[in-house]
């Protein structure tokens, strides 16, 4: 099983960035998937973008892509989003999570792992 913390929300202006962290822990996952699914007030959940852990291939929402930039360094089992030219609508809880079947699930941002929220919030 994986456990994963995210952290690195706050609050941004309009066109600022930020950059979240999600760290992983416990059971071997090179075969697994690190994604961020976001989640506005009122609002379904979104998932924004994942990464295969194996191979680095990546996947963004429309809503993110060219924006948003998915990254890894895996001596420190952390994945990153950076967020570029935020926008409102951008303001969610950001959640990072896990799938044990790599890209199979990572490209319809289907997971089993959840870690807590961190919220960001950009402001007009």
């Known amino acids: 099983e994986v456990q994963l913390q995210a952290s690195g929300g706050g609050l941004v202006q309009v066109g600022g960035s930020l950059r979240l962290s999600c760290t992983a822990s416990g059971s071997n996952f090179d075969d697994y998937a690190i994604g961020w699914v976001r989640q506005a007030p009122g609002k379904e959940r979104e998932g924004v973008s994942c990464?295969?852990?194996?191979?680095?291939?990546?996947v963004y929402s429309d809503s993110v892509k060219g924006r948003f930039t998915i990254s890894s360094d895996g001596a420190k089992k952390t994945v990153y989003l950076q967020m570029n030219n935020l926008k409102p609508e951008d303001t969610a809880d950001y959640f990072c999570?896990?799938?044990?079947?790599?890209?199979?699930?990572?490209?319809?941002?289907?997971?089993?792992?959840w870690g807590q929220g961190t919220q960001v919030t950009v402001s007009s």
């Open positions: 999570a896990g799938a044990r079947g790599g890209w199979g699930q990572c490209e319809t941002f289907q997971y089993d792992y």
């Open positions: 990464m295969d852990w194996s191979d680095g291939t990546t």
